[in-house]
């Protein structure tokens, strides 16, 4: 019999799977480890022997609670590629520039939420991709390309200020250039571009520089109707306003320390 789920739901009681997803979990903790791995494999949907991927999920994280790592590890590549093939669907090479970097965020978000399984972080997560695992993934991706679109956003809005000589503020591109060698450090170009700016950067408050972290390193959107996502606002306690003043401070400050340097 399938573990319980233990997230509640807002109006009270506990998530439950749908009686075929938990009809097939009871099913597959029967078989053989070599049946339930072929039936992993299979992506057809209309294929008699296809495993949803509520199923997938449950005996993926009931391997790691049980501690078979030998078993986790062979589920996890099998379901890995299967977020792998929905995400390229969902986000398409060609849809937008940045969009093998925004599946890599989506399936790193994801990992971290299965990393947590068996540990003290270890709450509710998952328990509502066992529910409907399409709808939970797909808002995962959706928050992330709005989240990037939000700060690609402060990016342009802080390039159309003007200083007080009625010239742009950011005509460089400085801010969107640091943020994208701070997201994507690995390239050289990358790593002496940060290097340089690195001294800059320790000339800031404690608050500037914590404001540029969570908007511009870590992509947090500054503001959110949702009352549940952890936004850039709530951590540092102050509004968009002001959060937007100090980036324009900080894009001003750096072009001018780039031009003197």
């Known amino acids: 019999m399938a573990r319980p789920l233990n997230k509640k739901k807002d109006e009270g009681g506990f998530y439950t799977r749908r009686p075929e997803i938990e009809a097939c979990i009871d099913e597959a903790l029967k078989q053989s480890t070599e049946t339930v791995l072929r039936r992993a494999a299979i992506r057809n949907v209309r294929d008699p022997d296809y495993m949803p991927m509520e199923c997938l999920l449950h005996l993926m994280r009931e391997a790691r609670l049980g501690k078979d790592k030998s078993m986790e590890g062979k589920l996890y590549v099998l379901f890995m590629s299967r977020c792998e093939a929905r995400l390229k ?14 599946r890599d965020e989506v399936m790193f978000k994801f990992n971290v939420m299965f990393a947590r399984v068996g540990t ?8 509502y991709y066992e529910v409907s695992f399409n709808q939970a993934f797909q808002f995962l991706w959706w928050k992330q390309v709005r989240k990037d679109n939000a700060r690609k956003k402060i990016l342009v ?8 000589d009625g010239r742009p503020l950011d005509e460089e591109n400085t801010l969107a250039k640091l943020s994208e060698a701070a997201r994507s450090p ?3 170009d990358n790593v002496v571009y940060l290097a340089q700016v690195g001294k800059f950067l320790a000339t800031l408050s404690p608050a500037d520089r914590e404001t540029i972290r969570l908007v511009l390193i870590e992509g947090h959107t500054i503001e959110s109707d949702d009352p549940d996502e952890v936004t850039a606002a709530k951590i540092l306690g102050v509004g968009r306003r002001a959060i937007n003043k100090r980036l324009a401070k900080v894009a001003a400050a750096l072009k001018k320390f780039q031009q003197e340097s």
């Open 186 to 188: 690995a390239q050289q």
């Open 157 to 164: 809005d802080i390039g159309q200020e003007k200083d007080e």
């Open 89 to 102: 669907r969902a986000i398409p090479d060609g849809s937008r520039t940045d969009a093998a970097d925004l």
């Open 120 to 127: 003290n972080e270890d709450a509710t997560a998952l328990d």
